[in-house]
Structures are given as structure tokens and as C-alpha cells.
């Protein structure tokens, strides 16, 4: 299996931040991970699995033993009523939405242009536009290092929900996803009820609904290729209905989401936002200036300023609303994946700037 020492991360993630991995791991085979699942640093859970690192956020100067998977390759199968498409997990979740598109096989189109891999997309169960990963998927294959197999997980074992699955918790940090199944129904009907959506006609095409669903993100989104990024880094917070109401008797034109579990969904970036800190900036990390919910890097940002950050927004809105907003993004220290809470060593932020 292909490896190499000393390795810098700058390139690996989309906050273009600096960290060394002191070994990288390429496997491309089952044989590879049985391989790997002898190794101290998996056995002992210290090593992080890569994929394009756009959810991933470096916040130290070192990073542990990293698996970055190549299980490549895209195959269909058609049956009477559905097409099943199968794809290695370190293919490129928008190079697939736009295959699928141009092979006639529609239902991606509104999850266009979300960055990164294949193999991510279960993990957080990716979403946009009204639709998310899981309203595709069949089965996903995983290579468990505990046992050292490859399991078969159908779509209600992953147990997805709002950006989450059994990969952030029962199966965290056990192994590596080498290749997902997805099924489309040949009946396809276009999702337009999202707003930005909403203004194409209603026989719209599926790759109309990509181009447009294409149109609003780089409207919208900042490129982490021209400014480093990982889109959105809070997820939206669910609270209770007693705070929500309190909440709705200050601000009556807060955006909420009524759930089915009686509580309410609210709009991170509008907390954010309320608090004047879009476009504000400390030292080389900032919040976007046309999205409070994107932090990004400015150029010579480390992971620790970012982390800085976070938490003095993370404290604003707190003191502000009594709501706590938690990060999407994942933290990469030295030892493994950490939790946000637990984070010690960070820039300490009092105010941001605005230019
Ligand atoms: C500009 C921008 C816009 C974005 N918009 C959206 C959006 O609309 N909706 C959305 O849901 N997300 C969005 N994201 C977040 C990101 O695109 C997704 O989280 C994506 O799935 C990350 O893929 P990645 O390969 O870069 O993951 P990484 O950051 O490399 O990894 C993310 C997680 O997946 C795990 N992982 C990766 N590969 C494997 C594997 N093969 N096996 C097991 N675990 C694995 C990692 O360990 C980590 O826990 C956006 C990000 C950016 C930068």
C-alpha cells in the first residue's frame, strides 16, 4: 500500500490550513485495510480517515496517522423501475451528480456541487435543497477495523437523520467506508419547493434544476478554492418549544422549522447574523461576508484562530439567545478527531474587527 512520512495537510483540507501527518496511508484494497487494522495507531483509535477535507478542520500544527481511501470506479445497473448505481467511496460527490445527470439518471441534481467524497456523504448524511443523501441510498459498504470485514449496511442500519448517521457514533472512528449504493426510481419528479427553486417552470429538466441549484451556490457560497472554507460550520440548532416561544415573542420574524419531535429548528446563521458579526474578522480568519454561517481563511490562518473564533461566536449567541449552537465541521488534533468542547489550546478572540 502506497504510504508516505512527514506529510503536509495544507492541501488535504478545504480550510487550507497547515498541519503534518507523520505517516499518510493510501488504501486502495480490502487487503490494504486488513493491513491497516493491525496498525498501533488504529487499534488504539488514533488516526483520522480523510477523505477531501471539506468538513475537516486541522487545530493543531501536528495530525495524527491519517487513512486518506482511493476506492475508485462508478457502475449502473438497470432494472425495470429503478437504476442502481454503485460508487467507490473516493469518487467525487459532484463529478457523480453530474455523471448520473448526463447518463439519464435522475434525483441528485439538487445536492450539486456539495464538495468532497463519495465516502462522506453517508457520514453526515449531506443535504441541500430539500433533499439529502439518504433519500438514495440502498446499502453502504464498510470495512470495519474491529473485526476486520467488510459489512454491508442497508440504508436503515446507517440510521440517518438531520447530518447524522451510525457513522458519527456507534460506527466513529471503527473504519472506512469503501463504496455506497444508490437507487433512483426511473419515475422521477423534480424538487423544486426550495426557495431559488421555486421560480423554475414545473416541467423543469434535471439538469436544468442542477444548473440552476449550481447558480445559487457560487451565488451564494464562497469558493474554498478562492477563499478557503468549509461551508457551513454550525449546524442549525433544535430547541425546545417553551425557548422557541419565548425566543418568537422578541424576534417574530425568526426563521423557525417546527419538528416532529415538538421541537424547533432555528436558522444558525440567522442567530449569527443578528449579532452584526457577519464580515467580521480576527487576525486571519473572519465570517463571511455574505454568510454568517461560513467562517473562513483569509490566507495565513491556523486551525487554532478558526477554533478561536468559533467559540466567540459560539459564546455571543449563547449570551445572546440561550441557545447553543454546535460545530458541523470536524476537529482534527494531533492525537485523532476531538470534540469541540474539549478543545483547550485556541486563539483567544474578544472582539472582531469590520473593515
Ligand atoms: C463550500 C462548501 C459548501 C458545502 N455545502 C454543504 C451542503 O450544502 N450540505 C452538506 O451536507 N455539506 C456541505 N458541505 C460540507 C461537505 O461538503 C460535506 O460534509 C462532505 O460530505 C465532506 O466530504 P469530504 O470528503 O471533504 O469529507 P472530509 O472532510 O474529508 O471528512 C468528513 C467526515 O467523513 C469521514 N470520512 C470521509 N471519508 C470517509 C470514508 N471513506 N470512510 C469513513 N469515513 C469517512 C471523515 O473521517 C470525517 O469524519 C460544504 C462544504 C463546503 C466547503
Known amino acids: ?171 466513529h472512528n471503527r473504519g472506512v467506508i469503501t463504496q455506497v449504493v444508490l437507487t433512483f426510481p426511473k419515475n422521477w419528479q423534480a424538487k423544486l419547493t426550495y426557495q431559488g427553486l421555486d421560480e423554475l417552470p414545473a416541467n423543469a429538466s434535471a439538469k436544468e434544476v442542477m444548473q440552476q441549484v449550481i447558480k445559487i451556490r457560487q451565488s451564494k457560497l464562497p469558493d474554498p478554492n478562492e477563499l478557503p472554507n468549509a461551508g457551513s460550520f454550525f449546524k442549525n440548532p433544535v430547541v425546545s418549544q417553551s425557548l422557541f416561544s419565548q425566543l418568537h415573542k422578541q424576534y417574530p420574524n425568526m ?21 452584526g458579526l457577519k464580515g467580521g474578522r480576527f487576525l486571519h480568519v473572519g465570517v463571511h461576508q455574505k454568510q454568517a454561517l461560513v467562517l473562513v481563511n483569509y490566507g495565513q490562518g491556523a486551525g487554532k484562530d478558526v477554533v478561536g473564533l468559533a467559540k466567540y461566536i459560539q459564546q455571543r449567541v449563547f449570551e445572546h439567545f440561550a441557545v447553543t449552537i454546535e460545530p458541523e465541521v470536524r476537529m482534527i488534533g494531533e492525537l485523532g478527531e476531538q470534540a469541540f468542547n474539549d478543545l483547550t489550546d485556541f486563539s483567544v478572540v474578544s472582539e472582531l474587527t469590520h473593515d
Not at 27 to 36: F, M, N, V
Not at 65 to 88: A, C, H, L, N, W
Not at 117 to 142: M, R, T
Open 1 to 171: 500500500m502506497i504510504s508516505e512520512q512527514d506529510y503536509a495537510l495544507q492541501a488535504l483540507n478545504s480550510f487550507n490550513v497547515k498541519s503534518n501527518s507523520s505517516t499518510i496511508y493510501f488504501p486502495s484494497s480490502i487487503d490494504d485495510l486488513q493491513q491497516l487494522a493491525q496498525l498501533d495507531a488504529v487499534t488504539c483509535g488514533q488516526f483520522y480517515i480523510l477523505g477531501e477535507g471539506s468538513n475537516s478542520l486541522f487545530v493543531q500544527d501536528k495530525a495524527p496517522v491519517i487513512i486518506k481511501p482511493k476506492f475508485m470506479g462508478i457502475s449502473i445497473q438497470e432494472g425495470v423501475d429503478e437504476y442502481r448505481v454503485t460508487v467507490g467511496a473516493s469518487e467525487n460527490w459532484h463529478q457523480l451528480v453530474a455523471f448520473c445527470i448526463n447518463e439519464g439518471i435522475y434525483g441528485l441534481e439538487n445536492l450539486a456541487l456539495i464538495p468532497g467524497s463519495v465516502g462522506a456523504a453517508p457520514v453526515q448524511n449531506i443535504g441541500a435543497y430539500g433533499v439529502e443523501f439518504a433519500d438514495f441510498c440502498l446499502k453502504v459498504d464498510f470495512f470495519d477495523f474491529n473485526t476486520s470485514s467488510l459489512v454491508e449496511l442497508s440504508a436503515q442500519a446507517c440510521d440517518f437523520s438531520y447530518r447524522e448517521s451510525i457513522f458519527k457514533h456507534e460506527l
Open 255 to 275: 426563521p423557525h422549522y417546527p419538528q416532529a419531535s415538538g421541537e424547533v429548528k432555528l436558522a444558525a446563521g440567522w442567530l449569527i447574523d443578528q449579532l
